[in-house]
């Protein structure tokens, strides 16, 4: 039988004992390496965090979710300990530019070539993977949002910092699958937001990246956390005919929230499995089972099963975490319940 699998996007609430939740409403984590919203001392923090993945795994595990990952739980922002990890950045100047929220944000300094030291989520996948015999994903920011989110004085251009964070990036997913990733994901949202600059060199940022990778990958192209972007038109999706000719397997969109024009985009990824939004994240309240079923059932609509992966919109992390749980049983019994009718 053809199995629609499930799967979390990336990110997940994050506990409250760990994470401060009120700062996380109020602002954008910035894309430096702060520790300013954590709530355990620094020479605490590694155990706290061990701990916190192990609670996010048990949610995924006691929901029934097929593929699963640490919540992004060791990190304040999904982008900064990969953003600041190369020789070449400044450790101690910092720079602000404007996100695509239209907030200010902290973002790193650019003195040098970057080059990648070490890899940098290879202890966190091997955690995950001594902890589960589910199919396991790490997620990773992807060059061109980096180069979006990086002030260069030693680069001339946006593109030459994006093919540099992509040389970086590409031996950290190397890394990532010698460590026992099943799956490696790309969370690229800045593909969405500044097309003319992916449609440029965005792009072929992201398949440089790539280049010599074996495993399965993924992509996530998005329109923001729904708890700073609250207005998501699907005419905002002209990036994915661009999006099905990179080199990924998977690709993942938002489609319970946005005014999604469903077949036009599920059609635009003709080359990809798609991880299907069919959470709306936009809204506390958890979808019922059947809710989950009827947009997995839009889906279908114009995509064989074998090419879904259902999925939420995009991460978690701002939500409850009742309510990220309850979410999360929704969305496997939702799926459950398509599969029953496709067996």
């Known amino acids: 039988m053809t199995k629609i699998r499930t799967a979390l996007v990336g990110s997940y609430a994050q506990p409250e004992w760990l994470?401060?939740?009120?700062?996380?409403?109020?602002?954008?984590?910035?894309?430096?390496?702060?520790?300013?919203?954590?709530?355990?001392?620094?020479?605490?923090?590694?155990?706290?965090?061990d701990d916190a993945v192990l609670s996010i795994l048990d949610d995924q595990e006691l929901a029934g979710i097929d593929?699963?990952?640490?919540?992004?739980?060791?990190?304040?922002s999904y982008s900064a300990p990969f953003a600041n990890a190369p020789e070449g950045i400044d450790r101690?100047?910092?720079?602000?530019?404007?996100?695509?929220?239209?907030?200010?944000?902290?973002?790193?300094?650019?003195?040098?070539?970057?080059?990648?030291?070490?890899?940098v989520h290879v202890e966190d996948v091997k955690f995950l993977r001594a902890h589960t015999d589910k199919t396991v994903k790490i997620t990773i920011p992807g060059p061109f949002?980096?180069?979006?989110?990086?002030?260069?004085?030693?680069?001339?251009?946006?593109?030459e910092v994006a093919m540099a964070y992509a040389e970086c990036l590409n031996e950290e997913i190397h890394a990532l699958f010698e460590a026992g990733a099943?799956?490696?994901?790309?969370?690229?949202?800045?593909?969405q937001a500044r097309y003319d600059d992916a449609k440029e060199y965005g792009a072929r940022a992201v398949n440089r990246a790539l280049e010599g990778v074996k495993g399965t990958t993924a992509l996530h192209v998005c329109f923001g956390y729904a708890a700073m972007v609250s207005e998501k038109s699907g005419d905002g999706y002209s990036c994915l005919p661009l999006?099905?000719?990179?080199?990924?397997?998977?690709?993942?969109?938002?489609?319970?929230?946005?005014?999604?024009?469903?077949?036009?985009?599920?059609?635009?990824?003709?080359?990809?499995?798609i991880m299907v939004g069919v959470l709306n994240l936009g809204?506390?309240?958890?979808?019922?089972?059947?809710?989950?079923?009827?947009r997995l059932r839009a889906a279908l609509e114009f995509v064989p099963p074998e090419r879904i992966i259902a999925a939420p919109d995009?991460?978690?992390?701002?939500?409850?975490?009742?309510?990220?749980r309850a979410k999360l049983k929704a969305l496997a019994a939702g799926t459950a319940i398509v599969n029953a009718e496709l067996s």
Do not use: H
């Open 283 to 294: 809204d506390e309240t958890p979808e019922t089972a059947e809710i989950v079923a009827d």
């Open 145 to 159: 949002t980096l180069s979006q989110l990086a002030v260069s004085e030693y680069y001339k251009t946006p593109e």
């Open 92 to 119: 101690e100047r910092v720079e602000t530019l404007i996100g695509r929220a239209g907030k200010p944000n902290k973002v790193p300094l650019i003195t040098g070539p970057l080059k990648l030291l070490r890899p």
């Open 314 to 324: 995009c991460g978690l992390k701002y939500l409850p975490r009742a309510s990220a």
């Open 67 to 76: 593929i699963v990952t640490d919540g992004e739980v060791r990190r304040e």
């Open 243 to 273: 999006v099905n000719d990179i080199n990924v397997d998977q690709v993942s969109i938002e489609a319970a929230q946005p005014t999604l024009d469903l077949g036009a985009a599920l059609n635009a990824l003709s080359s990809k499995t």
């Open 182 to 191: 099943d799956i490696v994901q790309f969370d690229e949202p800045y593909l």
């Open 19 to 49: 994470i401060d939740r009120e700062a996380l409403r109020n602002r954008l984590p910035a894309r430096i390496l702060t520790g300013d919203m954590w709530k355990i001392p620094e020479e605490d923090r590694q155990e706290a965090m």
